[in-house]
């Protein structure tokens, strides 16, 4: 289990807010030595606490300003129908996150999309094809709101 003290809880903060900051930089905000906080990095990669970086886009720059989550109920409910139901899902340009889930629905798929006319064409003709998928349910998002940056309880 990684250590989650002060320091190492500043570092994911800083980190989530702009992990294109130098050492140098990072070392500054933290208040510790450069080396200190090189060192503190690497651990939280090697724990695999911190499992890369990545660049937010702005999905209506992308031409992508619809977003929906899309309920999936599979059946027959096999590992093969859920392995292959979240094959399919993620290799759609348009999927932004899909969520294999108890309840309801057995997948929550988020997805952007340019309009409502794309959005109906992923759901008939991409989703509802799948072999196993018994009900779809598509909800349109209003608004994406994210906390951040997530930070160790």
Not at 31 to 45: F, N
Not at 141 to 149: I, L, T
């Amino acid at each position: 289990m990684p250590n989650f003290d002060t320091v190492n809880r500043r570092l994911l903060v800083e980190l989530q807010r702009n992990a294109r900051q130098t050492n140098r930089e990072l070392a500054r905000i933290i208040g510790t030595a450069e080396s200190t906080c090189l060192e503190r990095v690497r651990l939280l990669h090697a724990d695999g606490v911190i499992t890369g970086h990545h660049s937010e886009v702005d999905l209506p720059a992308l031409g992508r300003p619809v977003q929906a989550i899309i309920g999936v109920r599979l059946h027959p409910k096999t590992r093969t129908a859920v392995d292959e139901f979240r094959t399919l899902a993620l290799t759609l340009p348009e999927t932004i996150a899909a969520f294999h889930t108890a309840g309801a629905d057995d997948f929550l798929v988020h997805v952007a999309v340019p309009g409502t006319r794309e959005l109906d064409g992923l759901v008939l003709d991409r989703l509802a094809s799948h072999w196993a998928v018994a009900e779809l349910r598509t909800t349109l998002v209003y608004e994406h709101a994210r906390r951040r940056p997530v930070e160790p309880l």
